[in-house]
């Protein structure tokens, strides 16, 4: 078939989670409960380090941002699966789909680089706290936090265009409940193979820099923490890095077993749990596990709701 005989697609449908009209409304009350605790959770963080100066420092300097792109984050995609959920046809239009995809790999890849940034901040509190203070000045915190949107933004934008050079027509049914930058390669009628391959290159180089980095920096923090010879001394030092560690785990567990599962029809089911998991139940889980391991969080976050003071503890 020739391309002028082709039908350009102009929308795309979300097959979302289920085609049950009771268990879609179960599914709207849930991510809606979700959504909503994931954007309070995250202005909470933001809050409690705006107005407690003991707080103004570079790793919760960079916790703010942290919380500020999850919220982000979840609002690019949680918003349009909740109208989809009561609504049809599900449709996103093909200029929403690109705006979704550009957003979606601003945010994660942003937090990615976040997530190292604030891994080498441990790395210098922990293996070199006489230099940490002219280490981690202000101006150096701001010029991490501008690199990872501004490579973040250069690799999104190259993510959109590599699908502007596409042509869709038909079908046009997407079996998840956001746009998904393979999927629409999938869908394509045109040769998307260097495309692909671009992307693909991209992305391992960006997410193995990052990685690397990050293993590099715990690993000169584990060696420093198991040379410290009393046992207090340990806890105290690993309790500083233990929360974002364990954030650091699930942002590149979920993403390892995104990517690495193998393929087969029982995949799907696991396909769209890891969607679940990485793009909505991440940025709910990130201020929790930083505020329930945190004490100098839940200090303030008393303080600030009236409550009694409580003494500061160093982490």
């Known amino acids: 078939m020739t391309m002028e005989n082709q039908t350009t697609v102009i929308e795309f449908i979300l097959l979302g989670l289920s085609n049950d009209p009771r268990l879609q409304i ?122 990872s949107w501004g490579i973040s933004f250069f690799y999104s934008l190259l993510n959109t265009l590599s699908v502007l050079k596409l042509h869709f027509c038909g079908p046009s049914e997407i079996g998840r409940f956001s746009c998904e930058l393979a999927v629409l390669f999938s869908l394509s009628c045109t040769e998307a193979f260097s495309s692909q391959m671009l992307i693909l290159s991209s992305s391992l180089l960006l997410a193995l820099s990052s990685f690397l980095f990050t293993v590099s920096s715990y690993s000169h ?29 699930f942002c590149y567990g979920s993403g390892l077993c995104r990517y690495l599962q193998p393929n087969s029809f029982s995949s799907v089911v696991l396909d769209r749990l890891f969607s679940i998991q990485y793009s909505i139940l991440t940025p709910m889980l990130n201020p929790l596990i930083y505020s329930l ?14 409550k009694k003071p409580i003494v500061f503890e160093v982490m």
């Open 26 to 147: 179960f599914l709207f009350v849930v991510f809606l409960f979700i959504y909503l605790l994931t954007t309070i959770e995250n202005m909470v963080i933001m809050l409690v380090i705006k107005v407690d100066s003991h707080l103004h420092t570079p790793m919760y300097f960079f916790l703010s941002h942290l919380a500020f792109v999850d919220i982000c984050y979840s609002s690019t995609t949680v918003p349009k699966m909740l109208k989809n959920f009561l609504s049809r046809p599900k449709t996103i239009s093909f200029h929403g789909c690109l705006a979704q995809i550009f957003f979606f790999t601003l945010l994660a890849v942003t937090e990615v680089f976040i997530l190292s940034a604030m891994a080498y901040d441990r790395y210098v509190a922990i293996c070199n706290p006489l230099h940490y203070v002219d280490t981690m000045k202000r101006g150096v915190c701001r010029t991490l936090v501008a690199g």
């Open 221 to 249: 923090i584990l060696s420093t923490i198991f040379r410290i010879h009393s046992s207090e001394g340990r806890q105290k030092a690993f309790s500083t890095c233990s929360s974002h560690l364990i954030v650091v785990g």
């Open 293 to 306: 391991k945190n004490k100098e969080v839940k200090a303030t976050f008393r303080k600030t709701m009236g």
